[in-house]
């Protein structure tokens, strides 16, 4: 009788499935025959009269009751089996630990979450769906259409209004699956170790540590992978709302505590891009318009200066080639230098290159921040003092920042004065000038020439008056690092092309030859990519998708501009020290 | 090298009157009380260094300092032996100081700096003969090269205070990697990855490679301690080693001994009477903006680990304070982590000892911080009336101000701590919970009698 039973069973599974309106009479109905099959059975049913007798040869059941089809369910097929919604279905999988399966066969499509059908049944009649699903009805009905049909629906299919800004995890999954450059970050790490020549180091890749930020802050470090396909299946399955790179490991990271085993812990970080964190809620004493995480283009001037500052020194003077400036996608800059050299920097060597850019010391309860004594400025401050910070200063941060607009704002520039007489002279000064009707735009530039007229007319020439313009500008201007990003090798930084959370935006490259022309507030969005994915028609000619997003100018420009001579460089330095390995081994042959 | 015990058998070399390099252990016969006497007096050395270092010294008082000590603890009556006792003192030190991390890294650090001071009394011959062991492959610049960056050198020296280079000044150009201290510093010059060092900063130069020579040296000393030298010389050699290796680097009070704990509630008034003023101020910032920065997290968190509140009231202290601004639950989240890896609890496991001063002076407070030593990073107005709100004044208040503004960090927060005790403390304080320690040991038995 039992097998006879269970194809009932099976029966009604098909039923259900194909029903969309199940109620729960079937629900419960379907899950008991195992268990109590007499109650369920009808005695006049023909089927129950052929039982005693055993089925004389197996029959091939039906499509979907066996196998994969039949013991995995997407995740869509279960929000409607359970009659929940998908933010309830999220809360229920949380609350009773149901995680997703990896079926062998995926029948509905390898894109989709699969969930085991015992799973599903087992919550069915679960008293707290009851309950959430309550709370479910008084939350409101409207955002449930929204959020099912964004759920498995594609991306192409979606109306263009339901893209609201802002981030989201659907649009982030589709993000992830069309248009995050995998390929390009996968070339990048490699450093050309992906190639066939005898002197690439295969196990490159897979000693650089990543890191993710899952949902609910969920953080997982330490990750590795082998392969393009490894990583990109990574994270278009995790998902994270953050991707950091770290350095590359002596062994692979996540087989870390197989080798702390030893006395010698050989698990450390033997290669590291030299990285810089400029962040603008260090500039908050200096600037007017916004603050803590809030940027603008008042202050986005600030930004461009610390590119061109930090670009031009580690070109001219540390002799680096391969620089990416990335945009953090909220308020400030990374900076990624890819060189050799620089990455085979040790601790100390890179301690040693962030105080040399450092020249703004002090900490809160410390009026004058910038000191520079001496004779002359040493040849690269000199340098981005007539080339970057005098020209930004004057011409631009004066007016757009006013920063001699008010008593509070005079107060704090002329703190930074060592002489009282000189600042009482300047107060009364600007204190006339006040009652004057000059335009506003021009009060802030006509006190400044003041200040520096009363500085620079030779008659003070007092030690430390000499360097109080030059002072000035530079506390208003020159870049603020976040030291401690750059000292360490094992510090993880955010990869570019990632969403920022909060904003939506994407870390997009930004080009430090135009960082003028460099906006913040239109980089591309999420939503905004989204949409734009949405209205392009299907092209035959486009082989990845982001072409036709305006994210392509972005993934051009690190593939042309970085990509390109990185590669080539690292190609060159293989083969060069390839041929010499070979020269010595067979000098020491003839030897 | 070979120990003997109380046989005289020294066959040195050659007398050599140059800086030793330490290349590789002699072949000498030492006695056991040599063995142990040279290494304490190489300590007292080096010690000095360390405590001068923590003071704020400036490189010239530095080199004073150093040939000073070297005078007193090393000297000896023949030259080859003073040469020798120089040697085995140090070969004896990188024994006793390879065992672990903090170890290496303290004695690294003590023996370069020695190493800096000794070279820079060397002639000018001394010093290149010594260069040329390192077979550092840099040649001096050609003249042609010379005249072609001679302005930018010029300015580099004018803007550290040294002569303008002349004609025949020698420079060596080298890659920037190799002078870190000089870049940290804007010291030199800097074109394309090369650094263009002087004839008279080529200390740096030499002092790195030194310093990975010696470095490199010491992971393989330990190495050969843990395999053999360690059970070989179970019953003679290792005694002595590790009761060197503890006598002199001072308690760092990872855990508080005396005071058991103190509890929550009477914190504010323990901050009140017995913090040091760095930590005060952080303390006052936290209730005021119910908020620290990471490097005042750490400061204060380490320090008051040190003090003797344990883990649980530290999580609801630090809870109480954050969650005013951030919220319960983003404290839950954010911070509650950094608490207990402080402690131990996450993460690598660490337990981490509190900052002494010499950590918290060599700090770098950047915008919105507070932490850092008050004597160095406050200025001077602000200190006057930071100290002010603890009740110094007059006379007190202004040598201390004078120390701060010498450098002398460390007195002046000694001076501060007496002003405030109004006892003299001789020791000195060269860490914040020494301080608080101290502090407690004068109020305590004050407390006990006003009670009974």
Redesign the interface.
């Known amino acids: 009788m039992f097998p006879s039973s269970l194809q009932k069973g099976q029966h009604q599974t098909a039923l259900l499935l194909e029903d969309k309106r199940y109620n729960f009479f079937s629900v419960q109905a379907f899950s008991s025959p195992l268990t109590f099959p007499l109650q369920h059975c009808n005695p006049s049913s023909p089927l129950l009269s052929a039982v005693p007798t055993k089925p004389k040869h197996y029959r091939p059941p039906v499509k979907k009751k066996e196998g994969n089809a039949a013991k995995y369910i997407t995740r869509t097929k279960a929000i409607h089996y359970l009659q929940i919604n998908l933010s309830t279905f999220r809360k229920l999988c949380i609350l009773k630990g149901v995680f997703t399966r990896e079926p062998k066969k995926k029948v509905d499509g390898n894109h989709k979450t699969y969930y085991h059908m015992k799973d599903i049944l087992f919550h069915a009649h679960d008293p707290l769906l009851e309950k959430l699903r309550i709370t479910m009805k008084k939350a409101g009905t409207e955002n449930e259409r929204d959020d099912m049909l964004i759920d498995e629906c594609a991306p192409e299919q979606m109306q263009e209004d339901s893209f609201e800004e802002g981030f989201n995890v659907d649009y982030l999954k589709v993000y992830y699956g069309k248009l995050f450059p995998h390929a390009e970050i996968f070339k990048w790490m490699s450093y050309g170790n992906d190639g066939k020549h005898l002197a690439c180091d295969q196990s490159y890749f897979g000693r650089r540590e990543f890191s993710f930020t899952l949902d609910n ?1 969920v953080y997982l470090r330490f990750l590795s992978f082998n392969s393009l396909t490894d990583l990109e299946k990574a994270i278009k399955e995790k998902c994270p709302f953050k991707i950091d790179i770290g350095p590359v490991y002596s062994v692979d990271p996540a087989k870390r505590h197989a080798y702390a085993q030893g ?2 812990n050989v698990f450390k970080p033997v290669e590291r891009e030299l990285v810089f964190d400029i962040d603008m809620s ?4 200096v600037r007017y318009c916004c603050t803590g995480a809030d940027v603008c283009l008042d202050c986005w001037p600030l930004m461009t200066i610390a590119i061109k500052v930090m670009d031009t020194a580690l070109r ?5 080639n391969h620089i990416l400036w990335v945009y953090s996608g909220r308020r400030g800059v990374h900076c990624w230098v890819c060189d050799g ?1 620089a990455r085979r ?2 601790n ?2 890179r ?3 962030v ?2 850019f ?1 020249v ?9 921040k910038v000191s520079l004594p ?9 340098k981005c003092y007539t080339d970057v910070l005098k020209i930004f200063f004057e011409e631009i941060l004066i007016n757009r920042q006013s920063l001699f607009a008010n008593e509070e704002r005079m107060d704090r520039i002329l703190n930074l004065i060592p002489d009282e007489a000189i600042i009482s002279d300047l107060r009364n000064r600007w204190h006339e000038n006040r009652r004057l009707s000059t335009s506003k735009e021009d009060i802030n530039k006509v006190r400044w020439e003041q200040l520096k007229h009363l500085l620079q007319s030779g008659k003070h020439k007092v030690q430390g008056l000499r360097r109080c313009v030059e002072e000035i500008v530079f506390s208003y201007t020159y870049p ?1 690092l ?2 401690e990003v750059s000292k360490h090798m094992n510090h993880l930084l955010k990869s570019p092309f990632c969403v920022h959370p909060k904003t939506g935006r994407v870390c997009i490259p930004i080009d430090p030859n135009c960082c003028e022309d460099f906006d913040p507030t239109s980089v591309p969005t999420l939503a905004k990519l989204l949409r734009q994915l949405n209205l392009g028609g299907p092209n035959e000619n486009i082989v990845n998708e982001w072409e036709r997003t305006s994210l392509s100018e972005s993934v051009r420009f690190f593939q042309i501009s970085f990509l390109q001579p990185l590669l080539k460089t690292c190609k060159e330095e293989k083969e060069s020290s390839y041929n010499a390995k070979i020269q010595k081994s067979k000098n020491s042959l003839t030897w | 090298m070979e120990v003997l015990r109380s046989q005289r058998k020294v066959v040195g070399p050659e007398t050599v009157p140059t800086l030793p390099l330490y290349r590789s252990a002699p072949q000498l016969e030492v006695r056991l009380e040599d063995f142990e006497l040279y290494a304490i007096d190489r300590l007292r050395v080096l010690k000095g260094l360390s405590d001068g270092l923590s003071r704020g010294k400036k490189p010239e008082e530095m080199e004073k300092l150093a040939s000073e000590l070297w005078k007193t603890h090393m000297r000896h009556q023949n030259i080859s032996e003073a040469h020798n006792k120089d040697i085995i003192s140090h070969f004896v030190l990188r024994l006793v100081y390879c065992r672990t991390e903090d170890l290496r890294r303290w004695f690294l650090s003590m023996e370069t700096t020695l190493f800096r001071y000794r070279f820079r009394l060397e002639s000018l011959d001394a010093q290149r003969m010594l260069m040329s062991e390192f077979n550092l492959p840099y040649k001096a610049l050609s003249h042609t090269e010379f005249e072609s960056v001679r302005e ?1 050198l010029a ?2 020296a ?4 040294q002569p303008i280079p002349i004609n025949d000044a020698i420079f060596f150009k080298v890659p ?2 190799e002078v ?2 000089l ?4 010291r030199v ?6 650094a263009y060092v002087a004839m008279s900063q080529i200390v740096s130069l030499v002092v790195t490679q030194y310093r990975s020579l010696l470095s490199k040296a010491l992971v393989l000393t330990n ?1 050969k301690w ?1 395999s053999t030298i360690q059970t070989e010389e179970k019953y003679r050699l290792t005694p002595i080693v590790e009761s060197l290796s503890t006598s002199y680097l001072g308690p760092d009070y990872n855990q508080a001994k005396e005071f058991t704990e103190i509890s929550l509630k009477d914190i504010d008034q323990v901050a009140h009477s017995s913090f040091p003023l760095c930590m005060r ?1 952080l303390f006052e910032k936290l209730r005021e903006n119910h908020h620290l920065k990471h490097g005042g997290r750490m400061q204060l968190g380490l320090f008051l680990k040190g003090v003797g509140l344990n883990l649980e009231d530290a999580l609801v202290f630090w809870k109480a304070e954050f969650s005013k601004k951030v919220g319960a639950e983003r404290f839950d ?2 911070y509650a982590y950094t608490v207990r890896h402080n402690y131990g609890k996450e993460g690598k496991r660490t337990d981490y000892t509190p900052y002494g001063c010499q950590k918290i002076i060599s700090s ?9 030593c ?1 004597y160095r ?3 001077e ?3 006057r009336a ?1 100290l002010g709100k603890m009740g110094v004044s007059g006379r007190a208040l202004d040598d201390i101000i004078e120390k701060a503004r010498k450098q002398h960090y460390q007195l002046a927060c000694t001076l501060t701590f007496e002003a405030i005790h109004a006892t003299s403390c001789d020791s000195g304080i060269n860490h914040p919970n020494l301080y608080f320690s101290e502090s407690q040991k004068i109020l305590q038995p004050k407390q006990s009698q006003s009670i009974t």
Request: hydrophobic residues 30%.
């Open positions: 802050d006395a010698n260090d500039y908050d004493d001219d003077d540390f002799g680096f050299r920097l040790t100390e060597q301690t040693s290159v105080e040399y450092r703004y010391k002090g900490n809160e309860n410390c009026d004058k001496g004779q002359a400025l040493h040849p690269f401050l000199a603020r976040d030291m | 930018k300015q580099v004018r803007s550290i205070g920037f990697e870190p201290e870049v940290a510093g804007r010059f800097i074109f394309k990855g090369y190495r843990m101020h989240k954010e770098t407070p950047g915008v919105g911080d507070h932490h850092g008050p990073h406050f200025s107005d602000n200190l930071a």
